[in-house]
């Protein structure tokens, strides 16, 4: 069995502190690992697994290769998807991938932003699953429903509490509707979760989406190996279409069968979902960094940079970053999308990038910025480099906070440690390295009439970034 980790979402409705550049599947909201890292460990004690293969933005390549290095783990493949198109395309390429390289596989599909509370229950359900698979089903599970939920999907069963055959998939329902489908006790939530033989998905594909096979056939036919990832054909993907695996197979195979789930399942797909899924104080609050309440009922409160006080309000989401604050009641946690929308209507950098920047080689904050300067500490992993570049418009000064800097400026090379400086002129090719086993840390001063980053010029990149 082969994990596929699908991992292209960018979790809007998590705004401010999930976004574009680091998206929700990245961050820590439950503890020391990201809700990637969660998914990936929660695998550890299922029988016959291979390593999972990710399919993820190109964008988000080098965060999937650091935290699976932080687990100390690899991945069979890492694909990387030119284009969003929804998950139907994506489960198209790991099923054609992997029928490159075994027989005929089973496929277990995964997001990569979910919470599983009970493992022992998920891998229970993976096994009932599995047994059904190698009868050629395609198998989906389906969330016990615990309440008349709004916001997600349903699947209608032929049976109760147990594997049974699909009846039909039903989008989110009105409360009255949720409230019978509850009481009926066959119908469940739409995980978004699969398991299947990579050849029967791909029959069943072809049978209702040849489009969409034909468009990966024709994206798998020039790929090349990029550092650990695998590349499309960027040009014959743009042309496949959008779609789900529900829209595009599961709603029209006589083959769909779900297996019932209760593992303590969220996907995590709103602030509200947060809130419900943390450990409520005395008054039901959930409370996270450097956070004073008083009077105050059935919040989450999250301070990531100051204090954040709170009097006297009742079910509210208060988020505080370096850059943004939010607030807004629970019951509009589905709306966080409509603002973000807004802001990208407005060109606000804030909806797509955070304050802190992540890069191959560590990452930078950007501290402070006027009109001819800019401010950045910038963090850079023991052994990695910046590109080799140039800038037109801008001068840079360098002074070490912490750590070892190996500094290129045109035809020398310094070796600076804590406390010195030095300067970048403007046209100088330069290079920032870090050679010592600690991180470096320094801080850069920026002066000149452009700051913005597409004034970096790169002659040579050991990451392959154009």
Known sequence: MIP???SGGTGSRLWPLSRKNKPKQFLNLFGEHSLFQETVLRLSGLDELQPPMIICNENHRFMVGDQLGELGLSATEII???HARNTAPAVTLAALRALEGADDPILLILA???VIKDVPVFHAAIEDALKLARQNHLVTFGIQADQPHTGYGYIESAEKGQAAKVVRFIEKPDLATAESYLKAGNFYWNSGMFMFKASVFIEEMQKFAPEIVQACRAA??????DLDFTRLDAEAFQHCPSDSVDYAVMEKTQQAMVVPLDAGWSDVGSWSSLWEN?????????CIGD?????SRNCYIHSENRLVTAIGVEDLIIVETHDAVMVLPKSRSQDVKTLV????DESRSEADVHRTCYRPWGHYDSIDAGGRFQVKRITVKPGASLSLQMHYHRAEHWVVVSGTAEVTCNDEVTILSEN???????????????????PLELIEVQSGSYLEEDDIIRIQDNYNRQ
């Open 4 to 6: 596929v980790i699908l």
């Open 80 to 82: 990387l998807e030119p």
């Open 112 to 114: 990569a932003d979910h």
């Open 220 to 225: 798998l036919n020039n790929i090349r190996t």
């Open 278 to 286: 943390h450990p409520h104080d005395e008054h039901g609050n959930v």
């Open 291 to 295: 956070v004073v309440t008083e009077s």
């Open 341 to 344: 929308e807004r802001l990208n």
């Open 420 to 438: 010195q400086s030095t300067y970048i002129p403007v046209g100088a090719v330069h290079r920032l390295s870090n050679p010592g086993r600690l």
